[in-house]
């Protein structure tokens, strides 16, 4: 299994600095602290496993991220922007993505696209 995956990932997201001036409510792990700041991104890990074995021993593990991509009425601009900064860091740490989907969070008033990449680790 590949545990520093979170660690690259976040290297990653801070090494762009597009993405960085355009997330003012900062990258975070699973939960923002301050569920006011937007535009945001929260990534959350949501499988890494061993993947592939040979001779009992794991030779590949695959790691899949669900990148979330926060915005509010007045920064709801910035998310297409923000999704296509986001798809070219994934896909340049080995990443591709799967899933792709824009949300609203009627509770919340907050709009809400989900991204999900997956990449195996050898």
């Given at each position: 299994?590949?545990?520093?995956?979170?660690?690259?990932?976040?290297?990653?997201?801070?090494?762009?600095?597009?993405?960085?001036?355009?997330?003012?409510?900062?990258?975070?792990?699973?939960?923002?602290?301050?569920?006011?700041?937007?535009?945001?991104?929260?990534?959350?890990?949501?499988?890494?496993?061993?993947?592939?074995?040979?001779?009992?021993?794991?030779?590949?593990?695959?790691?899949?991220?669900?990148?979330?991509?926060?915005?509010?009425?007045?920064?709801?601009?910035k998310e297409t922007p923000i999704?296509?900064?986001?798809?070219?860091?994934?896909?340049?740490?080995?990443?591709?993505?799967?899933?792709?989907?824009?949300?609203?969070?009627?509770?919340?008033?907050?709009?809400?696209?989900?991204?999900?990449?997956?990449?195996?680790?050898?």
């Amino acid at each position: 299994m590949s545990f520093d995956a979170k660690t690259e990932l976040l290297a990653g997201l801070k090494a762009n600095s597009t993405l960085v001036s355009l997330c003012t409510g900062g990258f975070h792990n699973r939960k923002a602290p301050n569920v006011n700041a937007f535009p945001r991104i929260v990534y959350t890990e949501i499988n890494n496993a061993d993947d592939s074995f040979a001779d009992n021993q794991v030779i590949t593990s695959e790691v899949r991220f669900q990148i979330s991509i926060f915005t509010n009425e007045s920064t709801v601009s910035k998310e297409t922007p923000i999704a296509k900064e986001v798809d070219k860091v994934m896909k340049s740490l080995g990443y591709s993505r799967y899933s792709s989907v824009d949300l609203y969070e009627e509770d919340e008033k907050v709009f809400h696209k989900a991204m999900r990449y997956q990449k195996i680790f050898f």
